[in-house]
């Protein structure tokens, strides 16, 4: 994988005095595989946060992952509060221009043993225009802020949808596609995420939609059976199954409804594997 490369400022807002004992190694994560994006010693009781990306930042979903121990005992701490706040900034015709994207706030997993929360980027850094994130933690200890500039790419097959409505014009929406993450002949996970623009800084999550899914193999020109289409679990996430009968290129049709007024017809993820 790439090295990623990031701009880091960290800023502490509150703090106490760091304990003077040697550090004991960073422990071991289960989080290690994935891609180390930032680390950094806040001096908040002398606690390290290690954040991590699956992958390089692209536009669609990006699951980020916040590791916090104590650099002394190594102990996981999971009493912190986080938020994430992305701000793309723009220059068009001379003015400029700032926009947020859709997130998911960060809470605690015990089966990961870190802090889990996902930014959908919904453009990439270009020439006219960059991204920003910054993270705001706190406990009943401290504060501060981290902030770091991902350069977010487009992937070959798009992982990020958007539209306008088909029957409300004035309504934009944001599909994203969550799984599969690694397909495979047979049986998969399908989910989506869905959301909706309703100002420059409000990107809220969509449920109660009906989705339908149609997978087809545009070279061989045949669908597959046994598919399951996804249904709305909240927080904007939507849950099916796919079957993928061969290796390929795969195109997987949506058509989204809100009751009888037709949101899209029309658009697909393309998935080769």
């Not at 949101?263 to 998935?271: L, P, S």
């Amino acid at each position: 994988m790439n090295k990623l490369k990031f701009i880091l400022t960290l800023v502490v807002i509150t703090s106490l005095n760091s304990c003077k004992k040697e550090e004991a190694p960073t422990p071991e994560s289960p989080l290690k595989d994935m891609a180390l994006v930032l680390s950094s010693k806040t001096n908040v009781d002398a606690y390290k946060l290690d954040i991590y990306m699956m992958e390089d930042p692209f536009v669609g979903f990006n699951k980020i992952y916040i590791e916090v121990y104590d650099s002394i005992s190594g102990e996981r701490a999971s009493d912190w509060n986080f938020t994430l706040k992305p701000m793309m900034t723009m220059m068009m015709n001379g003015t400029t221009m700032q926009h947020t994207s859709p997130v998911e706030q960060p809470k605690f997993s015990k089966e990961m043993n870190a802090y889990e929360g996902a930014v959908v980027f919904i453009m990439p850094t270009s020439d006219m225009g960059v991204w920003n994130m910054d993270i705001a933690f706190e406990n009943n200890r401290g504060s501060g802020t981290l902030q770091f500039s991902p350069k977010v790419v487009e992937k070959d097959n798009p992982a990020l949808l958007s539209f306008l409505s088909a029957s409300n014009p004035d309504k934009k929406y944001f599909v994203a596609l969550l799984n599969p993450t690694k397909p495979d002949v047979g049986i998969n996970d399908f989910e989506i995420g869905i959301y909706t623009k309703e100002s420059m800084m409000s990107f809220p999550t969509v449920d109660g939609l009906e989705v339908t899914i149609a997978p087809e193999m545009p070279t061989m020109g045949h669908g597959s059976p046994d598919n399951v289409n996804p249904v709305s679990m909240g927080n904007g996430h939507y849950k099916g199954s796919v079957n993928f009968t061969m290796s390929g290129l795969w195109h997987v049709n949506l058509t989204i409804k809100d009751g009888d007024n037709m949101i899209d017809e029309g658009h697909y993820f393309a998935i080769e594997f």
